[in-house]
């Protein structure tokens, strides 16, 4: 069973900046399709941006040109760095790796945007 350990959430001003960071326990990028997405209250659970094994990234309208979603081979890890932080992105963002087989979730980290 992969383990995912996120970091990097806190409070940042609007138009700040975060970057968020996400360990596996293992080597995942040849595996799985690895992604973070983000749940604020009262909503469901929407994606914000994801990386194929291939490299192919793939990234919400809402974050497009604010956000990068990228990955350390060599480290196991994926990281989502969060440029023009809004209060509307304020929300717990959670890392996941899947395939067809398996689905991982991070235990979540908590962004909160407000001045």
């Known amino acids: 069973q992969v383990q995912l350990v996120e970091s990097g959430g806190g409070l940042v001003q609007p138009g700040g900046s975060l970057r968020l960071s996400c360990a596996a326990s293992?080597?995942?990028?040849?595996?799985?399709?690895v992604g973070w997405y983000r749940q604020a209250p009262g909503n469901q659970r929407e994606l914000v941006a994801a990386i194929t094994r291939g490299g192919i990234i793939n990234t919400a309208d809402s974050v497009k040109g604010r956000f990068t979603i990228s990955r350390d081979n060599f480290k196991n890890t994926v990281y989502l760095q969060m440029n023009s932080l809004k209060p509307e992105d304020t929300a717990v963002y959670y890392c996941?790796?899947?395939?067809?087989?398996?689905?991982?979730w991070g235990q979540g980290t908590q962004v909160t945007v407000s001045s």
């Open positions: 996941n790796v899947r395939n067809t087989k398996s689905n991982y």
């Open positions: 293992e080597s995942i990028f040849s595996t799985y399709v």
